[in-house]
């Protein structure tokens, strides 16, 4: 069972804000903030929105089981976009309307209930006004939300919320480990250019115990999830028509995050790179030369017939980590056809290997965009 | 199938053969019936466009929305939104801001600004501009992102000769404000609303150009699959005092149920050219059947059964009503050209505003109209055929064509005429069905029909008492004329009863036209009445929804003292399904000036307690749309409060689209805590200078100040009564084409029984002439019989018409519209009309005295 409701652009405007065409469409292109440097995060202010620059997200994906044993995987994601340039404001009508506003939020949400092969999907978007949709701090809190949908940050718990059609969840995550900042002190490169980055940091194990509720019959959950935030205004350069992107949760308690841009000419671009959490939350920086990707396998959308690879070997040479990584769900494709022509694969995955010749096993998540049809980025 | 091809081939011999024979009378009555069918089918038509076009434009400014969350008289708050928004029972909540708007400078009527959130309303409303769906996302993030930008359909652009880019000057009472135009919409979904002529544009520009930031006109919903009766009771528990949660199809309904009503009564009054057709067909019917007598009883004496007779000369009636019907289909396309016109502009000043712009031929229409024309037909040809049944064989042996014996019914018929006549009276008392005067009209067909059934008698009575009067004014043919028409008949009487069913249709409408636009021009004057009327341009059309800036409110109370300014608040309410208005207004200083039209309530009574507010006056409609009488609560609720209070008086008051409820101002303002002006009436203190030259300096004095920022309507009360009488004309246009061609109808009607009555006396004629009768004797002969004609279907009609005209007032129109007016006879047009009809049905039988002596009496006399 499947659902894509409302056939709006909600993922495609995220990329649309992401593309630099877009950009240099608009006049305002440079009046935007740019990463250009460490972000030098403060907590918990950072958790919070950030104005000023094109487009943020913040993304819970993670792999659960009830008490029968029976798995799960959720992902929840907030994304914000900022419509006009920040200053843009001083031209507005005086009184301004409380509908006008700079921001636009838009949010995904998915259950994969993997024993019994069903993906459930739902999306949102509201303009970041009149409590419709935000990200407000108060106190050490931080909330995002987009009508009954949200995440609650508070200091050492968050609280994710969301009501769909077909799922609800709600839930608890408490941080097994301090965040991590990819990159140079959050300073993400996205490509060659130095404000082609972004601000990057995650929680990358968090316990999380609730309340899954599918077609109404609630369940309890255990598991853990993983959580990622970040900001940027140009990400993305030219040639890159799609990325892969990777968070596993090995047994061993350390965490692997990659991100593989492809190019245009094949390969990956050399601003690919991931991260290594040691148990002690120490982090190991790593380039696209440290990291191998093999694809082992292919699946085929019914949906799209976008050919998405669905088995991984993830070789991390410096590491020693050997990794092979498997779609617990072949059809976790996410599908927003009559508008978006942006369809992309997001899903649970179960990883088996070795570190240092020791078997190894773990979770994970996986993107995927741009196998169904062109990224377009530039094009 | 032999039989059939018998039957046809038959058909042919007896009735097709006679009818090319004299095929200029089945022309005219062809044409009778064409004009008849052609304008019931035609007026249909143009109310179904109308009513398409309003229920198109009310399901897609619908869209599919499941409820709709409105404040009464008044906005809902904005914050709303959110909350409604994240109820388990809510799919979705869009707000939603309309306003009526002009483009600066130009003359042409306003057109409908949409304010909406082009997120929110997603799943609700469908539009699309020509370009590619990628730039459908850039095109509704401009809309939001950017002030004061507007997309346009495709047809207001054209008009005005927009495109893309261009900047339009929008004028709102709040302001005229320039706007960029990011695309055009293409003609589907909400681009066809007010027929085309609409702008979308985000709730946030709408707000800021309205200047009704915090509010929404509603909010509507689109709820989830299988929301329960108690998730409606949780959502409506989640509004504030105020606010209701109604379904979107109310105003629907309400306008639907009132064009329906209104096409009835339409349908009825256009049915009348097909009823006099009808005489028509009964009139050449049976003169075909009574003339070919010797033939039927031929037919008869081979075998041919009474049914076979029956149904010949029933086939007439259905050759002409086919014939007649296709006839109607050119005849039709190019009237109903005219009536679509006529008709949505009526529908737009009494009930719905409606936008045709484009005609829909519904094969139901149509099935209807050949129905009925046809069915109108055989019924006429019914009664010529029952009787042509009962020519026996023998006539067979007849050497000449006997003409029919008149059966002794001349009493019976009088009688049934009298009893059809008496029953008129009881029918015109029974209650409206659906907003439709069942029993008046069927009371004014009753009476329609009775008095034709008395021509038979009033001919026969003017035939044996006028001869000696008209002997000494024409001398003998004029003798001669009037004892024909005593001894004509029934053939005869028929077509005076056609002529009594047009000039009673003719006199009752002008006395009710009369009647009305008398009364409505004194209301203008006394209720209406004010130097000046000011208020938001595009009131009318936003229902005064937007009210007066503190800008202007300023200038008018900073006037000098010698004018009296009196504000008014005016708001759009409903009584159960009922539109109304509530006009709050200062009571004790507008009967300074004014009064209201009381129908019932004693003035010395009431006028305090409603001056205090401890009581409310109501209009006729109101009073009819919602049975409440005086003495009755009147309840309202604005906001949180509630005005309950009784009604002390009925008034007269004719202003369109529903009733209103008069109330006094400052109590009114004090209870709904509401002290904005709808508009104001602003009079001159001394009354003895030039107010015409006053008004217009002070009408320039406040344009100057103010009427560059806000856009005013300023109209002193010469111009409105003007304007007013002029929409109640327009709106009376249909009415009177109907009646034209009813009396061109009826005109056809004299022509062909005088010319029958001519031809079946050829041989009687011209023996005349034979034993020295002159021409001109003979002419004037027919002349006088046609006077006599005449004036016995005038008379009758003459009195017809007044009993209908009473129908017409205190039936039909209070249970059509809700309101009566004062009696009054137009006598100046009466006296100037019944002459000229007089003359033109005279000049209708013109052909028939040409005809008299074509040919020479010899040979006449020779053949026979």
Not at chain 1, 197 to 216: D, N, P, Q, V
Not at chain 2, 447 to 459: A, D, K, Q, R, Y
């Amino acid at each position: 069972m499947r659902r894509h409701p409302n056939s709006w652009p909600v993922f495609f405007f995220f990329i649309l804000f992401l593309n630099p065409a877009i950009l240099a469409d608009s006049v305002y292109a440079d009046e935007y903030l740019k990463v250009t440097g460490p972000c030098r995060f403060q907590f918990p202010r950072d958790h919070g929105a950030h104005p000023g620059y094109l487009v943020e997200w913040w993304y819970y994906t993670g792999n659960l089981s009830d008490p029968a044993g029976k798995r799960y995987g959720f992902q929840l994601t907030f994304f914000r976009t900022q419509i006009s340039p920040p200053g843009l404001e001083s031209r507005w009508p005086d009184p301004a309307s409380a509908w006008r506003t700079t921001q636009l939020f838009l949010a995904h949400a998915a259950i994969s209930d993997l024993d019994a092969s069903r993906f459930y999907f739902d999306q949102q978007m509201a303009r970041g006004a009149l409590g419709l949709a935000g990200a407000e701090q108060q106190g050490d809190d931080t909330r995002i939300f987009l009508g009954t949908w949200s995440a609650l940050i508070k200091s050492g718990k968050h609280f994710l919320k969301a009501r769909a059609d077909n799922f609800e969840i709600n839930f608890t995550l408490v941080p097994a480990k301090p965040l991590v900042a990819h990159g140079n002190e959050g300073h993400s490169l996205k490509g060659i250019k130095p404000e082609s980055a972004s601000c990057y940091y995650s929680f990358t194990r968090l316990e999380t115990s609730g309340t899954l509720k599918i077609k109404g019959k609630p369940v309890k959950v255990r598991g853990t999830a993983w959580m990622d935030h970040e900001f940027s205004t140009a990400p993305l350069e030219p040639d890159v028509t799609g990325w892969d992107w990777f968070s596993l949760q090995l047994e061993n308690n350390t965490e692997l995050m990659i991100y593989l841009l492809r190019t245009s000419q094949g390969g990956y671009s050399s601003a690919s790179s991931g991260t290594f959490v040691l148990p002690s939350a120490r982090t190991r920086h790593l380039s696209v030369k440290d990291i191998q990707a093999d694809i082992l396998d292919h699946w085929k959308s019914p949906h799209t017939n976008g050919v998405y690879p669905s088995r991984w070997r993830i070789q991390i040479h410096p590491l020693k980590l050997d990794l092979i990584l498997e779609p617990n769900l072949a059809d976790q494709e996410l599908i927003t056809p009559e508008t978006t022509q942006v369809n992309y694969w997001e899903g649970s995955v179960s990883v088996k290997g070795k570190i240092a010749d020791k078997e190894i096993k773990g979770v994970g998540y996986i993107e995927m965009t741009g196998y169904a049809n062109p990224f377009n980025l530039l094009k | 199938m032999r039989r059939l091809r018998f039957f046809i081939k038959l058909q042919f011999w007896f009735s097709l053969r006679q009818m090319r024979a004299h095929y200029w009378r089945v022309l005219a009555v062809l044409f009778g019936i064409a004009i008849g069918a052609a304008v019931f089918t035609s007026i249909r038509l143009a109310v179904d466009a109308s009513l398409d076009s309003f229920t198109q434009s009310m399901s897609l400014v619908s869209g599919k929305t499941d409820w709709v969350v409105t404040r009464p008289g008044g906005r809902v708050p904005e914050g709303l939104v959110a909350r409604l928004n994240v109820h388990p029972a809510v799919e979705t909540a869009s707000p939603l801001l309309t306003s009526y708007i002009k483009i600066f400078g130009e003359e042409a009527e306003p057109f409908l600004l949409i304010g909406m959130d082009p997120i929110l309303d997603r799943s609700l409303r469908g539009w699309q501009v020509k370009k590619t769906k990628q730039r459908d996302v850039r095109l509704w993030l401009d809309l939001v992102r950017e002030p004061n930008t507007v997309i346009l359909s495709q047809r207001l652009a054209q008009r005005y000769n927009l495109k893309p880019a261009d900047i339009v000057t929008l004028e709102h009472i709040h302001q005229v404000s320039k706007f960029r135009i990011l695309d055009t919409l293409q003609p589907q979904g909400l681009a066809l609303v007010n027929g085309g002529q609409i702008g979308l544009a985000d709730i946030s520009t709408m707000q800021e150009f309205t200047g009704l930031q915090g509010l929404v006109d509603q909010i509507d919903l689109r709820l989830k699959p299988n929301v329960t009766g108690d998730d409606l009771a949780d959502l409506k528990n989640l509004l504030p005092p105020g606010i209701i949660l109604e379904t979107p199809t109310r105003v629907k309904e309400t306008g639907d149920m009132m064009i329906r009503a209104y096409q009835l009564n339409l349908s009825l009054l256009s049915f009348v050219s097909l009823f006099v057709g009808m005489f028509l067909v009964y009139s050449l019917v049976a003169l075909n059947a009574a003339s070919r007598r010797r033939e039927v009883a031929i037919l008869r004496s081979l075998g041919g059964s009474k049914r076979l007779i029956f149904l010949l000369v029933l086939s007439e009636g259905l050759f002409l009503g086919i014939v007649g019907w296709l006839l109607a289909i050119p005849i039709g396309s190019i009237l109903v050209k005219y009536m679509v016109q006529g008709v949505s502009s009526t529908i737009s000043h009494l009930f719905v505003r409606v936008h045709v712009d484009g005609l829909r031929l519904d094969p139901w229409e149509i099935l209807l109209s050949f129905c009925v024309t046809v069915f109108i037909c055989l019924l006429a040809a019914y009664g010529p055929a029952r009787e042509a049944t009962s020519i026996a064989p023998r006539e067979a042996l007849f050497l000449q064509d006997s003409m029919p014996r008149q059966r002794r019914f001349g009493r019976q018929i009088t009688l049934l005429g009298l009893l059809l006549i008496a029953l008129a009276w009881p029918l015109s008392k029974l209650p409206a069905l659906s907003g439709v005067s069942v029993g008046g009209y069927t009371a004014i067909f009753f009476l329609v029909l009775g008095s034709s059934f008395l021509s038979l008698w009033i001919l026969q009575w003017m035939g044996s008492v006028f001869p000696p009067l008209l002997s000494r004014l024409g001398g003998e043919p004029a003798f001669l004329g009037g004892r024909f028409v005593r001894d004509a008949g029934r053939r005869t009487a028929v077509s005076v009863g056609a002529l009594v069913t047009a000039m009673a249709l003719f006199v009752a409408l002008v006395i009710m036209i009369h009647s009305f636009r008398s009364t409505v021009a004194l209301w203008v004057n006394q209720t209406l009445a004010g130097d000046l009327l000011l208020r938001p341009k595009m009131a009318g059309f936003n229902q005064y929804r937007d009210h007066l800036p503190e800008d202007v409110v300023r200038v008018l109370r900073a006037l000098p003292d010698d004018v009296q300014v009196l504000p008014f608040r005016q708001v759009l309410l409903h009584y159960a399904k009922t539109p109304y208005q509530i006009e709050a207004i200062d009571i004790k200083l507008f009967l300074n000036y004014g009064s209201f039209l009381l129908l019932k309530g004693n003035f010395e009574k009431i006028v305090d307690p409603v001056m205090t507010g401890q009581g409310v006056l109501v209009s006729e409609v109101f009073a009819s749309q919602t049975g409440l009488k005086i003495g009755q609560r009147y309840r309202a609720q604005f906001g949180k409060s509630i005005m309950n209070v009784p009604i002390l008086g009925i008034v007269r008051d004719y202003r369109t689209r529903g009733g209103v409820v008069y109330t006094a101002l400052e109590p009114f303002q004090r209870m709904s805590g509401n002290y904005e002006w709808s508009g104001a009436r602003i009079f001159f203190k001394d009354r003895r200078q030039d107010l015409k030259k006053s008004a217009e300096d002070l009408k320039a004095m406040i344009f100057r100040d103010i009427g560059q920022s806000h856009p005013l309507e300023i109209i002193s009360g010469e111009e409105l009564r003007r304007e007013i009488l002029r929409i109640f004309d327009e709106t009376f246009a249909i009415t009177t084409v109907l009646l034209l061609i009813a009396l061109l109808v009826a005109g056809l009607g004299i022509t062909t029984t005088l010319t029958v009555l001519v031809l079946e006396r050829i041989r009687q004629l011209n023996t005349m002439v034979a034993v020295g009768a002159s021409a001109g004797q003979i002419r004037s002969m027919i002349f006088w019989e046609a006077v006599l004609m005449v004036m016995a279907g005038e008379s009758l009609g003459l009195i017809c018409g007044f009993f209908m005209s009473y129908i017409l007032i205190y039936v039909i129109n209070r249970q059509s519209f809700g309101w009566t007016f004062l009696y009054q006879v137009d006598w100046s047009a009466l006296l100037v009309s019944i002459p000229l009809i007089l003359a033109t049905a005279l000049i209708a039988a013109l052909p028939a005295t040409l005809l008299v002596l074509r040919s020479s009496p010899a040979l006449v006399l020779k053949e026979s």
